[in-house]
């Protein structure tokens, strides 16, 4: 007996060892590529900075906008922030992502754990209930009163069920990396809807200003000709003016009146643009625009930074990192597929017919129950190359999205260098047009005069306007070109998506809402989805969400 008793204790023993090698064998194997951040060319300087702006340094983007130091674009920008719905939407991806994290990290426990119970009837056929041993005539009675019907009784079970797929390849872990890396793109995605979304209303402000500006010079420039149009009207009509002086004068005010209706429709239509980005229906923004209506005017002087804070600071450069490492884990999923899944089950219930002696009633006694647990594994052998060639399809999505991260870093340094160039040319074409416009000044206060005393012609006059508006108009949109190009360079250089640090990603009205139609438990809280700042995070470290 005490032999017998050793040998069982010795072979129990061998098979938990045997089980917590398989637990540590487990967690140490993951099959697929590491990930690491591709290589890419970036200059220790930029090309197009001079003398006159700070080339390197730390600078915070946070509240860029603020260099303009006009309250009016603060505000609104505040508002879009709070109200756009766009963000709004990026917002709702997080989550969308942050619960398919949750989803990809339970597959990592026992996928399937499920209680069962039933209540059958079955009736056999005679055929049935003859094979096996010959039972006695009285059981033949018993069971088949008639002679000629099969067994019939009640079966009733309960238990429970459950199954592991041990992630002995890395395939759970793989897979819960791929998510965590899609959760940090999604917030990476709401980050560059933030940029874009403070570049586009600071863009839509400043050309609202430009175009206010544009108006009133042409309106001014109207006033000016209608004036000049009365005096070749007085001298026409006391014979020192001919025709062609006064149409003339009259074809010079219409062309100016007719430019109207166009600044106008535009002005509008940016107005209904703003209107979006502010999450409002299209409609007047009189309240919101009240102050100042002067074209935002640049800093002299901004800090760039160096090259390589885009790949960290670039939203949309984070996004394609984090999309590259989850399609990276990806591999690993598929090349587990390769190898052969091994697998706990077991399940344990109560089992009771009302055959014989037996009745339903029994079920719970302890005489009823039933066991079945063990290992067991599985191969896909014989796949035809299928899942050989699902590694090769992730393998060349990985070195797509590789590339695409290269080109992305390359295409945010033009980005960059495109602006800083256009703003430092329209600076210098700024200084040049702000001479012409009061030489053009001047030149018409003299037309005017010498048109008065007989000396010119009307032409002169006509001339004078025209070059006049012509400049005028030119400095306006080039001071607006000034400041969308200082936005532009703010914008390739990603600022702006900072200011949600510490801030939720939905609303609380959203939030309010959501919890109302479903239980999120802490999935909402802004800890659970909003990664801090820098969005550094190391994949895999997160639990499921009961």
């Known amino acids: 007996m005490f032999v017998q008793r050793r040998t069982t204790f010795n072979k129990s023993r061998r098979q938990c060892v045997l089980l917590a090698a398989v637990f540590i064998l487990s967690g140490c194997i993951k099959v697929g590529p590491d990930f690491h951040r591709p290589d890419v060319a970036v200059p220790s300087d930029w090309t197009g900075a001079e003398g006159d702006l700070g080339k390197t340094g730390t600078t915070d983007y946070r509240s860029w906008w603020r260099v303009f130091n006009d309250p009016i674009l603060d505000r609104l920008i505040d508002h879009a922030y709070r109200e756009n719905l766009t963000l709004r939407i990026a917002g709702a991806r997080v989550l969308e992502a942050r619960a398919l994290l949750g989803i990809v990290v339970g597959e990592y426990f026992p996928q399937t754990q499920q209680g069962f119970g039933s209540v059958h009837y079955n009736r056999t056929s005679q055929g049935s209930v003859q094979t096996g041993t010959q039972q006695s005539s009285a059981s ?29 390849w890395g395939k759970f872990r793989r897979a819960i990396e791929s998510a965590d890396a899609g959760w940090l793109a999604s917030v990476a995605d709401y980050d560059n809807a933030l940029v874009a979304l403070t570049a586009d209303v600071a863009n839509s402000y400043i050309t609202i200003r430009t175009l206010e500006k544009r108006l009133n010079i042409a309106r ?28 003339q004068a009259e074809t010079s005010l219409n062309n100016t009146l007719a430019a109207l209706p166009s600044l106008e429709a535009q002005l509008r239509q940016t107005k209904h643009g703003l209107s979006v980005l502010l999450g ?8 919101y625009l009240n102050g100042p209506a002067h074209i ?15 790949l960290r600071r670039r939203p949309d450069i984070r996004a394609a990192e984090h999309r590259a490492a989850a399609q990276s884990a990806q591999i690993g999923v598929a090349k587990a597929d390769l190898y052969p899944a091994f697998s706990l089950s077991g399940t344990f219930g109560f089992l009771s017919t009302d055959i014989g002696s037996s009745s339903l009633s029994d079920m719970f006694n302890w005489s009823s129950r039933f066991i079945q ?29 590789l590339i695409t991260y290269q080109n992305m870093v390359l295409t945010a340094q033009q980005e960059v260098e495109d602006n800083l160039v256009a703003f430092l040319r329209a600076r210098d074409r700024a200084e040049y047009l702000a001479r012409s416009t009061a030489a053009a000044a001047r030149s018409l206060d003299l037309a005017v005069l010498q048109y008065q005393q007989g000396i010119k012609d009307f032409t002169t006059v006509l001339i004078a306007q025209q070059s006049l508006l012509n400049e005028q108009d030119s400095l306006a949109t080039t001071m607006g070109t000034i400041a969308s190009s200082l936005v532009g360079v703010y914008r390739a250089l990603g600022g702006g998506w900072e200011i ?34 820098p969005p550094e995070s190391e994949p895999g470290g997160r639990w499921p969400d009961w």
């Open 280 to 287: 409002m229906a299209p409609g007047d923004l009189t309240g």
């Open 373 to 401: 647990a063990g290992p067991s594994f599985q191969w896909n052998i014989l796949n035809y190359g299928r899942i050989s060639n699902n590694v090769r399809l992730q393998d060349a999505r990985l070195q797509e999205l």
């Open 296 to 310: 935002p005017v640049s800093p002299p002087q901004i800090v760039l930074g160096i090259p390589v804070d885009l």
């Open 220 to 247: 001014r420039n109207a006033q000016t000709q209608r004036e000049n149009l009365n005096i070749a009207e007085a001298r026409f009509k006391y014979g020192t003016a001919t025709q062609l002086d006064l149409d």
């Open 140 to 168: 033949q009675s018993s069971a088949s009163p008639g002679g000629g019907s099969g067994l019939s009784f009640w079966q009733s079970q309960i238990g429970l069920t459950a199954s592991w797929e041990l992630d002995f």
């Open 500 to 533: 949600r640090e510490g801030k939720e990603l939905v609303p609380p009205e959203i939030r309010a809402e959501m919890e109302q139609r479903t239980d999120w438990g802490k999935l909402l809280t802004p800890a659970s989805y909003n990664p801090p700042i």
